[in-house]
T-cell receptor, first 110, second 114 residues
Framework: KNEVEQSPQNLTAQEGEFITINCSYS?????LHWLQQHPGGGIVSLFM???GKKKHGRLIATINIQEKHSSLHITASHPRDSAVYIC????????????FGKGTKLSVKP | NAGVTQTPKFQVLKTGQSMTLQCAQD?????MSWYRQDPGMGLRLIHY???????DQGEVPNGYNVSRSTTEDFPLRLLSAAPSQTSVYFC?????????????FGQGTRLTVV
């Protein structure tokens, strides 16, 4: 079983819609990261969360540690938000690196 | 600020050839990692380093070598390229390990082995 699961795998929205991407995990974590990858591009960190909620512009990330669940919300979506959004777990221990979900491919139509 | 710089961006190799993917960061980060990204899979850890002179294997280390002689540089060497190593490779750095600080990624190297 994968330690981190994202849903949906693919998402198509109309410009202006409110978007939610979900991330569920099954292991203890030190932090959860949300990353963005544009087609053919590099990976950019959006948020790092260990509790509660964070907001940057139109992006909001929440985490519920007890339920092992995080969500990434995009308000007033725009075609430039089209990208793959990746949830990644930060864990303690000797491995000490990120464990990545498979990503959610978002396409926002004008 | 340059951040994390990876070179080359694209590379085509013949089976059996060797090459080095370069990664450099200018943020004085102790933690650096190499990942590969394949279709339908999340990024997977190849090798990582917690500081100059210290490296360790990740999830998929076979066929790759790394070294960390300076804080800034973390090259990834393909010893004898195989078609299974066709992938997109990302280098990342962070101030702290264990996912406890923001990760900074390079732009990626798209490698094709024929």
């Amino acid at each position: 079983k994968n330690e981190v699961e994202q849903s949906p795998q693919n998402l198509t929205a109309q410009e202006g819609e409110f978007i939610t991407i979900n991330c569920s995990y099954s292991v203890g974590i030190s932090a959860l990261h949300w990353l963005q990858q544009h087609p053919g591009g590099g990976i950019v960190s959006l948020f790092m969360l260990s509790s509660g909620k964070k907001k940057h512009g139109r992006l909001i990330a929440t985490i519920n540690i007890q339920e092992k669940h995080s969500s990434l919300h995009i308000t007033a979506s725009h075609p430039r938000d089209s990208a793959v959004y990746i949830c990644a777990l930060g864990r303690g221990g000797s491995q000490g690196n990120l464990i990545f979900g498979k990503g959610t491919k978002l396409s926002v139509k004008p | 600020n340059a951040g994390v710089t990876q070179t080359p961006k694209f590379q085509v190799l013949k089976t059996g050839q060797s090459m080095t993917l370069q990664c450099a960061q200018d943020m004085n980060h102790e933690y650096m990692s190499w990942y590969r990204q394949d279709p339908g899979m999340g990024l997977r850890l190849i090798h990582y380093s917690v500081g100059a002179g210290i490296t360790d294997q990740g999830e998929v280390p076979n066929g790759y070598n790394v070294s960390r002689s300076t804080t800034e540089d973390f090259p990834l060497r393909l010893l004898s390229a195989a078609p299974s190593q066709t992938s997109v490779y990302f280098c990342a750095s962070s101030y702290r390990g264990r996912g406890l600080s923001e990760a900074f990624f390079g732009q990626g190297t798209r490698l094709t082995v024929v």
